[in-house]
């Protein structure tokens, strides 16, 4: 979808109700977690921390299943949000945004996650930390939104280049 064509009202909507939803999250990683937020990944290059809550399963603006936390010299900071959908359609559910995608992979109550394909071929524990399995999951498409830390790539790039380096100084 060109710039241009993309509908400024609907993604303002969009992004108005994703940061009523997220503002809460902002500084308090604790309340997240309280409220259903899980760790998936370690920190990730260029991303952060992220965390799902697997209750949320459908597309709500207001309401984004992971929540990537990035580092910061006063503690972990809510940067980017994202959405995990079953497939890439032609348009995406924010207007203008694009795609990522997550490979299929085996995760651990430690975050740490080990590409693979299919459930039969996880560990018990993780091979890196030793962590206890959680969860596997397919390939996913995902879709993020920086709403709460500047990326110099774009609101909708996957990854932030200013992540790594600004937490080089923390």
């Known amino acids: 979808m060109a710039e241009a064509d993309v509908d400024l009202g609907v ?6 109700a994703t940061r009523l939803g997220s503002a809460k999250y ?11 937020y899980q760790v998936i990944t370690p920190m990730m290059p260029d991303m ?10 459908d597309f709500d603006p207001g309401r984004p299943p992971i929540l990537v936390y990035v580092p910061t010299p006063g503690g972990p900071q809510l940067g980017a949000l994202e959405w ?16 990522g995608e997550f490979p299929a992979a085996c995760h651990f109550v430690d975050g740490t996650f080990e590409p693979r394909n299919g459930e039969a071929n996880c560990a ?3 091979s890196e930390t030793g962590a206890a399995f959680a969860f596997w999951h397919g390939r996913l498409i995902t879709m993020h939104v ?3 830390f500047h990326n110099l790539d774009g609101l909708f790039a ?12 923390a």
């Open 26 to 36: 902002v500084t308090d990683l604790a309340l997240a977690q309280a409220d259903g």
């Open 146 to 148: 920086w709403l709460w």
């Open 48 to 57: 952060g921390v992220h965390y799902l809550n697997p209750a949320i399963t």
């Open 124 to 126: 018990p524990t993780s």
């Open 11 to 16: 993604l303002s909507d969009h992004l108005a």
């Open 84 to 99: 995990v959908l079953p497939e890439e359609s032609a348009e995406p559910p924010l207007p203008g945004a694009t795609y």
């Open 158 to 169: 996957g990854m932030n280049p200013l992540v790594d380096p600004f937490n080089a100084e």
